[in-house]
């Protein structure tokens, strides 16, 4: 599987919040930065970043653009989702996914709020 393809399985992961599916395209340590709010090490507390008590239900995730430049996969996009204090909310994203061994091994999020 290709990176673009393993990027595109954890989106897809994402979207139906299948855990499996999302754990199986990342390293036993991987990383997740979401700049400003949070980093995760390892595959257990990613897993437990998945589906976040703050927010109800799977994102809906639209992946507008991605760039692949060695072991980098970028992706930009726009999302929406349901969050348990504050009701639905729409947001921009930016992922930078790292690979090591055909696997991602670190993601870097950049979420912006948009009305």
């Given amino acids: 599987m290709s990176q673009r393809d393993l990027v595109a399985e954890y989106f897809a992961g994402f979207r139906a919040s299948d855990h499996p599916r999302i754990l199986a395209t990342l390293t036993d340590d991987v990383e997740w930065v979401i700049h400003g709010h949070r980093t995760t090490a390892g595959k257990d507390e990613?897993?437990?970043?998945?589906?976040?008590?703050?927010?109800?239900?799977?994102?809906?995730?639209?992946?507008?653009?991605?760039?692949?430049?060695?072991?980098?996969?970028?992706?930009?996009?726009?999302?929406?989702?349901?969050?348990?204090?504050?009701?639905?909310?729409?947001?921009?994203?930016?992922?930078?996914?790292?690979?090591?061994?055909?696997?991602?091994?670190r993601v870097d999020s950049y979420v912006v709020p948009l009305p």
């Fill in 46 to 105: 990613f897993d437990g970043e998945i589906e976040n008590p703050g927010f109800k239900g799977s994102p809906d995730l639209d992946v507008q653009r991605v760039f692949e430049d060695g072991p980098v996969v970028v992706t930009t996009g726009e999302g929406r989702g349901v969050s348990v204090e504050h009701g639905p909310f729409r947001f921009a994203f930016n992922d930078l996914f790292t690979f090591r061994d055909g696997l991602i091994a």
